[in-house]
């Protein structure tokens, strides 16, 4: 029953910006922890940032200072706003959720974002 709609991805210069979005329903939404992960070719899967559902966030290492990940529980969504896109920022973003305290995780279909001249 849990659905994970994403949306924003698409192509884009390096230096620009793209803000993904991921629509999330047949859950009660403000009780999940949401995150962002992504996937290039030939790599394996990694966190790109995460959000607890009192509103903590993290970040890998690569990506803080440029990405931000908030959350409208009003509108049962999660948001990832990324800044000064480098070409190795493209890959397939994935979008995850978690509620708490259990095991359970879900997951989104998958964007493309590709960053190049």
């Known amino acids: 029953q849990v659905q994970l709609v994403e949306s924003g991805g698409g192509l884009v210069q390096p230096g620009g910006s793209l803000r993904l979005s991921c629509a999330a329903s047949?859950?009660?939404?403000?009780?999940?922890?949401m995150a962002w992960y992504r996937q290039a070719p030939g790599k394996q899967r990694e966190l790109v940032a995460g959000?607890?559902?009192?509103?903590?966030?993290n970040y890998v290492d690569s990506v803080r200072g440029r990405f931000t990940i908030s959350r409208d529980n009003a509108k049962n969504t999660v948001y990832l706003q990324m800044n000064s896109l480098k070409p190795e920022d493209t890959a397939v973003y994935y979008c995850?959720?978690?509620?708490?305290?259990?095991?359970?995780?879900?997951w989104g279909q998958g964007t493309q974002v590709t960053v190049s001249s």
């Open positions: 959000i607890s559902s009192g509103g903590t966030t």
């Open positions: 995850n959720a978690r509620p708490g305290g259990m095991p359970s995780n879900y």
């Open positions: 047949g859950m009660v939404f403000s009780r999940y922890a």
